[in-house]
């Protein structure tokens, strides 16, 4: 149901009197970063919220010594598929606890929602051996495998199954419907708010991730982009300049994907009835 | 008479036992390569995108030019987590065949990564020759308990850059720059008065700086960070506390802000600092931001009156770390190449760091015609003779004790609180940190 | 009306035997992962915090009990960074929460186009690196050549050094941290939002209620659990959001005034491989947060409200 065509109301203005300064203060630094890639050298720091003379000699010189496209696509294969194995196991889990109280099932919410919890670097170490001992440093798999179930992403569409309306489901299960069909028949073509928002927000998560694919890559072609952004901080100095650039062409896939996926987010009111 | 004979016999057996036994333990390492071998080289130059990664390449490719026979694997390692990375791999069983880690780290590595001491697997007649040509004092920096576990690499001394537009501006003038501190203090307040902006700006302070230069600041003068024996903890000692109070005045007399490294190198390089006093790595970065701008110049590091300057050096080593023979050898080979003349002359003029050699300094072939287009170095080069090692920590505990002692020495010198009592406290938080 | 449910008349007999058995399976493979991944490290972390080794086989061992619990207890700097903390999950709450409550239910009225717009403009922080995040506020709150810092003369105040004045740090951090984050609250409490039966907002509206009483009465209660889950992601995980801001922008300076408890814990624990400190930092994270954490779950449970 799109809600394109509205009658203005009254609030509409107090509505933009807030967003308008909240859009301008969230996009203006994204706005500098793209400029400053432009900048050339001498120019870097300058006050000017435009490049007074735009240059493409960043982003030529990053992508000359860094192989950003490599890198990029990297990020990309593990990202998806990274989100896609943390949604699967999310909406399986999910389901579980939504859909059944049985013995033990508070007790393994607040386990899975502590493992939150968890600083990275107290896992780092033995992950990485684990994965050293299947002969997987510095491949896509290792970059994957610790990270294929993800709390936030149960605790979130557990609530979002919780909040489905328990007559529609009543009814399919008289109908004879098995769990299964009625998960994945019913239930998950309903949930495609929460579902394209949490693809959107995992995929940023595997995207911006840095640590451990600092720890388990050692090769420049295998590893990551936030990777390559940080290979301009150097002990020499920082290369701001490239390293706006590449973060500038970093943001570009997660601004596709957002754009892609947005639309789900918006207004997908369960619909009533069996498919 | 035979039982004498076969007992002489026996006791030759067993001597000739005995020595081969003795030779297996001490496995030298083969004089040349004969099959091909491929070393991994853990290297944090590699991880970076610029100058330090080019020149890098560069010197590998020359080596494995070279020796046909020997394949370099460089790894890229961050410096911020070098020793995590290599630990990483040293606990998963495989570990690096040579490693660039910061002396920071040195102790630790030496103790914990199988580091053989070069005196037990190099031929002595070949280290000697090596040696030769090496200041002194930078071999020191490779040195625990008198054996050599790994050759300083990329490393240079402090030095004090300053604007010399800044300083006529503040009326100094910018052939004289200050050689002691008490100096230094003077020309600080007077920038700031005259200029609004910071006189001074050090790198003493930072994580990424860990205790280099602030070990080359208190031992200027005359104080220390441990004891001889590295089993006691002497930071908190008077001469420190002297040196710090020093430097509080300054932090409160407006001239020295506590900055960040970043924000630092930053404010230098646009013409908004006075004096930076840090590493010489950064000079490229410096130049490149002063050009066309201001005029930028550089002076050995202050002293305290006359008590001798103490340059601390910076920077990494290289550390041999397999114990494989064969792969010792290459790894040898390879710290020779990157040691030898050329490797210096490449690290110094393409990348800025410092080298360890005089032959190299006064070479026509090498350095002699950068160092004279480049004055800015100068002080730099003429600190190697006073170079005093960074000292690393032992123990597991080596970093907490850092950061334990820099905590209270940033606290000392930009908070309230009684010096002497802060650093006496870390110094006896610290102590039972040594093991 | 209950949420789904299998039954709610149990017996003894009845319930052993209904005891279900499909939850496990759907469970499962997200569990197995997590003990691998998380569970199995984390119990070998807790075996680890008892000791001072560093995990290669070559070093020698030593059996410590709590020296490393005690170490990192007693730092000097702990309690700052305990304050801080709280002040960072305070700080962070307007941001995480509040702030976006409001955009998205302002903008949710607004015809397809604004609304779309607006949020993707308020989504766009979260596409950029942190660490390129962090180097463009730094630039901006420059002193020297910072453009906020130029607006505020430029309008005759003075200028602020955001990130070196004791006072201004930490709610510089925060507001960056935040920055961030506010198109990923904004983002899952839209989808929360539109799963909102619009029927009852119509009817609401035909009943003569104002804007407000309808998002007081009807849109809040029905987002409370998204919200619930929010606050305590902020709470749970505040700490660690800033770390990368902290570390890039302070290292937890100017003298400590932005450091949490976290980053004193990496400072501490995480800078080196020391085996023992790392562990028992990881374990006071787990344990203190995890205490957090149970009491805001059984407040989120006690308080949930389901449309139904």
Redesign the interface.
């Known amino acids: 149901m799109t809600t394109d065509a509205k009658p203005r109301r009254p609030g509409d203005w107090t509505a933009h009197a807030v967003m308008i300064p909240l859009a301008f203060i969230s996009v203006f630094p994204v706005w500098w970063m793209l400029v400053t890639s432009l900048r050339p050298l001498a120019e870097i720091y300058s006050p000017l919220p435009w490049p007074a003379a735009m240059t493409l000699e960043n982003y030529s010189y990053a992508t000359g010594v860094i192989p950003v496209w490599t890198m990029l696509a990297n990020t990309m294969i593990f990202s998806i598929i990274s989100t896609a194995l943390q949604l699967l196991t999310a909406v399986l889990a999910a389901y579980g606890f939504a859909r059944w109280r049985f013995f033990g099932d508070r007790v393994l919410f607040a386990l899975v929602a502590m493992t939150w919890l968890v600083p990275f670097q107290v896992v780092m170490i033995p992950n990485y051996v684990l994965i050293a001992q299947m002969g997987l440093v510095d491949t896509l798999t290792a970059l994957v495998l610790p990270n294929m179930a993800s709390a936030f992403a149960i605790l979130l569409l557990v609530q979002a199954m919780r909040s489905f309306p328990v007559e529609v489901i009543d009814a399919a299960h008289m109908d004879g419907a098995s769990h299964w069909r009625i998960l994945w028949r019913i239930l998950v073509p309903n949930l495609r708010a929460p579902l394209a928002a949490l693809s959107i927000l995992l995929f940023i998560s595997a995207w911006n991730e840095y640590f451990w694919p600092l720890l388990l890559t050692r090769s420049e072609d295998k590893t990551v982009i936030q990777i390559g952004i940080q290979m301009f901080l150097t002990e020499e100095g920082s290369q701001w300049g490239p390293l706006m650039a590449v973060s500038t062409l970093a943001c570009l896939p997660v601004l596709v994907i957002y754009l892609v996926l947005q639309r789900q987010v918006i207004d997908s009111f369960v619909k009533a009835g069996l498919r | 008479m035979t039982h004498t004979l076969s007992t002489l016999r026996a006791g030759a057996a067993a001597l000739l036992f005995g020595a081969s036994v003795l030779t297996a333990a001490a496995q030298p390492m083969p004089a040349t390569i004969d099959e091909p071998v491929t070393i991994r080289f853990y290297n944090?130059?590699l991880?970076?995108?610029?100058?330090?990664?080019d020149a890098t390449v560069e010197m590998i490719d020359s080596f494995m030019a070279a020796n046909p026979k020997i394949t370099v694997e460089g790894?890229?390692t961050?410096?911020p987590?070098v020793?995590?990375?290599v630990?990483?791999?040293?606990?998963?069983?495989?570990g690096p065949d040579i490693a660039q880690i910061i002396f920071a780290d040195f102790s630790?590595a030496a103790e914990?990564?199988?580091v053989p001491a070069l005196e037990d697997i190099v031929p002595a007649e070949e280290l000697a020759g090596h040696f030769g040509g090496l200041f002194p004092r930078g071999l020191e920096l490779g040195r625990l308990d008198g054996k050599t576990y790994g050759l300083a690499y990329v490393f240079s001394t402090p030095v004090l850059f300053y604007n010399a537009d800044l300083f006529r501006a503040a009326g100094l003038n910018p052939d004289a720059p200050p050689r002691t501190w008490d100096e230094v203090g003077v020309a600080a307040n007077a920038i700031t008065k005259a200029t609004g902006k910071p006189g001074l700006l050090t790198g003493i302070f930072?994580?990424?700086s860990y205790d280099w230069l602030y070990q080359g600041f208190v031992k200027s003068n005359g104080g220390s960070v441990m004891s001889e024996d590295r089993k006691t903890l002497t930071f908190g000692g008077t001469e420190s506390i002297e040196a710090l109070t020093m430097m509080r005045g300054l932090a409160q007399s407006g001239a020295m802000?506590?900055?960040?490294s970043?924000?630092s190198?930053?404010?230098m390089?646009?013409g908004?600092a006075g004096m930076f006093l840090i590493t010489s790595?950064?000079q490229?970065?410096?130049l490149?931001g002063a050009?066309?701008k201001f005029e930028l110049r550089s002076a050995p590091m202050p002293t305290f009156g006359d008590k001798p300057a103490t340059p601390t050096n910076s920077g990494s080593a290289l550390m041999i770390m397999t114990q494989d023979p064969v792969k010792q050898r290459a790894a040898w080979e390879l710290m020779k190449h990157l040691t030898s003349d050329y490797g210096y002359n490449i690290i110094t003029s393409k990348?800025?760091y410092v080298p360890l050699r005089q032959s190299t300094v006064e070479s026509e072939e090498f350095l002699a015609p950068f160092l004279r287009d480049n004055p800015v170095m100068s002080p730099n080069i003429a600190q190697l003779q006073s170079l005093t090692p960074w000292q690393s920590f032992p123990g597991?505990?080596?970093?907490?004790i850092m950061?334990t002692m820099m905590?209270a020495a940033?606290?000392a010198v930009?908070?309230e609180g009684d010096i002497a009592t802060l650093m006496t406290?870390?110094q006896a938080?610290a102590q039972p940190?040594l093991p | 009306m209950t949420a789904l449910a299998t039954s709610s008349i149990p017996r003894r007999k009845a319930w052993l035997r209904r005891q279900p058995l499909a939850p496990w399976l759907y469970l499962a493979p997200a569990l197995v992962l997590l003990v691998i991944w998380i569970y199995g490290p984390l119990a070998y972390a807790f075996w680890l915090s008892f000791h001072e080794w560093n995990m290669l086989p070559t070093a020698p061992r030593r059996y410590v009990g709590l020296l490393n619990y005690e170490r990192l207890i007693r730092l000097p700097d702990m309690k700052a960074a305990l304050w801080n903390t709280g002040i960072y999950l305070i700080g962070l709450l307007p941001l995480t929460v509040i702030l976006p409550v409001a955009i998205a239910i302002l903008t949710n009225e607004l015809s397809g186009r604004w609304r779309d717009l607006y949020r993707a403009l308020i989504f766009v922080p979260l596409i950029i690196a942190p660490v390129a995040a962090a180097a463009v506020w730094r630039w901006m709150l420059n002193v020297d050549f910072g453009i906020v810092n130029m607006a505020l003369r430029g309008m005759g105040l003075s200028a602020v050094d955001f990130l070196k004045d004791g006072d201004t740090a930490i709610w510089t951090i925060i507001w960056i941290t935040g920055w961030k984050l506010i198109g990923f609250s904004t983002l899952v409490i839209s989808a929360s939002l539109s799963n909102i039966n619009p029927a009852l907002i119509e009817a609401a509206r035909m009943d003569g209620g104002t804007e407000w009483q309808i998002t007081r009465r009807i849109r809040l209660p029905l987002l409370s659990p998204t919200i619930f889950l929010l606050v305590l992601l902020t709470i749970l995980l505040g700490a660690q959001w800033s770390f990368a801001y902290i570390h890039v922008l302070t290292q937890g300076g100017p003298l400590g005034s932005t450091s949490n408890v976290y980053y004193l814990l990496w400072q501490f624990g995480f800078g080196s491989l020391a085996a023992g400190w790392a562990s028992a930092a990881g374990m006071l994270l787990f344990v203190g947060f995890g205490v957090v954490a149970a009491g805001l779950i059984w407040l989120m449970n006690r308080a949930s409200f389901h449309d139904n």
């Not at chain 2, 991880?47 to 990664?53: E, T």
């Not at chain 2, 802000?257 to 960040?260: A, C, K, L």
Request: negative net charge; without cysteine.
């Open positions: 944090y130059n991880a970076g995108a610029g100058i330090g990664k790894i890229p961050p410096a987590d020793i995590s990375i630990q990483a791999d040293v606990i998963a069983g495989n630790y914990n990564f199988g930072g994580p990424s802000p506590n900055s960040t970043a924000d190198i930053e404010a390089s646009t908004n790595a950064v490229a970065v410096l490149k050009k066309d990348i800025g597991p505990n080596y970093r907490q950061t905590t940033e606290q930009f908070g406290d870390a938080n940190l």
